[in-house]
């Protein structure tokens, strides 16, 4: 692969790191460090772990060097250390943690500069410069983590950047239309070549029945109609003021505005609100199959029916730990993407998942019922 696409792989790799630091400018060490909840992880350990999750893939096993800090690596395993715990790990804080994301860039580069990544590269995590993309991807969805922890610090301010990029996302309707999308064979997943995670492989034809789905997602005016009809919970952050709804996200009191798309709901209370519409969530096969023709991607992901499960042939690469061990009947799919997300993160194969109760994540959805 030419000197070029490398100066674009170092060019994307000092973007996201800019978008990365760019999320904590504004906050001092105490706050990196606080564990803020159970279910998210204290900032500090995020970037030590988007800095040691670079280390190890990119240093250590593509350039065979020795690690920075020991056995240190082991606790930005998030396997092994689960998000309630990470506050009182002996992780990297304040000025070490900053030098450490700092050095690591830099054996990144000089790695960089000696490999092969072309499309004939023998290590298949070298081909087409894989691991890159894997370990970009990595680094730009720990920042939409970390936005879901910045939800929760008081007077946060989003950088402008991402706030902009958060407005505009914000398309929303309230019409009801729907698609017809007609009953037949439809090619599922990403194909062979190009960056994608595993879980999305192989591609394969999924036989579907006609079905309709909601043009755009479901809008806050429709979902607090929801609430007033059935007693509904509100989604996280909101708070009834007199007559209204105000969004309490970081410390804020801001009117909820009935024309945007509905986010922070769990996939009971989506699940649930399709029923009372007399309709249904999508599969997750439904929805990409319809993603051509649908509006209003991208401000929250989208919960689906569908369980999180292997592709027929799925294929673990390149670790297990990625999505293996995660497949079964307790997480269910999500699809599209959020305004935390990069653009960079958003396909139409991409395979989000989480627990049905939770809402911490930038979750909405449409809905959609049998043609
Ligand atoms: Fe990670």
Redesign the pocket.
């Known amino acids: 692969m030419s000197s070029e696409s490398k100066a674009a792989i170092a060019a994307a790799l000092a973007e996201a790191r800019e978008r990365t630091l760019s999320l904590v400018e504004p906050l001092d060490d105490e706050q990196l460090n606080t564990v803020y909840s159970p279910i998210l992880s204290p900032l500090a350990w995020?970037l030590g772990?988007?800095a040691n999750?670079e280390e190890l893939w990119l240093v250590q096993r593509i350039g065979g060097r020795e690690p920075l800090h020991g056995e240190l690596g082991r606790f930005?395993d998030?396997i092994e250390n689960p998000r309630k715990i990470r506050g009182e790990l002996p992780i990297l804080r304040d000025a070490e943690l900053r030098a450490y994301l700092a050095d690591v860039r830099e054996r990144t580069l000089e790695v960089l500069d000696g490999v092969e990544i072309g499309p004939d590269a023998e290590d298949r995590l070298l081909r087409d410069a894989f691991v890159y993309e894997m370990l970009l991807a990595?680094e730009l969805?720990?920042n939409e983590?970390m936005l879901q922890l910045l939800q929760l610090v008081e007077g946060y301010e989003l950088p402008p950047s991402i706030a902009s990029e958060r407005d505009s996302s914000r398309t929303g309707g309230t019409s009801e239309q729907m698609v017809r999308i007609e009953g037949e064979e439809h090619e599922i997943g990403a194909p062979d070549r190009g960056f994608a995670y595993d879980n999305e492989r192989p591609r394969h034809a999924v036989e579907l029945d006609a079905f309709e789905i909601d043009r755009t997602p479901v809008t806050n005016g429709a979902y607090i109609g929801f609430m007033e009809e059935t007693g509904a919970e509100p989604p996280l952050y909101w708070e009834r003021d007199g007559e209204g709804w105000v969004d309490t996200a970081r410390g804020r009191r801001d009117p909820v505005d009935p024309a945007h798309p509905v986010i922070h709901v769990t996939w009971d209370q989506a699940d649930a609100f399709a029923r009372w519409a007399g309709k249904r969530l999508p599969t997750e096969f439904e929805w990409e199959a319809a993603s051509p023709r649908l509006d209003g991607v991208g401000h929250g992901w989208e919960w689906t029916s569908s369980d999180f499960l292997a592709y027929p042939g799925f294929e673990a690469f390149p670790y297990r730990e990625y999505s293996e061990v995660f497949f079964g009947g307790e997480y269910k799919v999500l699809r599209g993407g959020s305004w935390a997300t990069h653009p960079r993160v958003i396909r139409p194969s991409f395979r989000n998942w989480d627990l049905p109760q939770r809402r911490q994540i930038f979750s909405g959805y449409r809905c959609a019922r049998d043609a």
């Open positions: 995020d772990h988007i999750f930005y998030a990595h969805q720990h983590t």
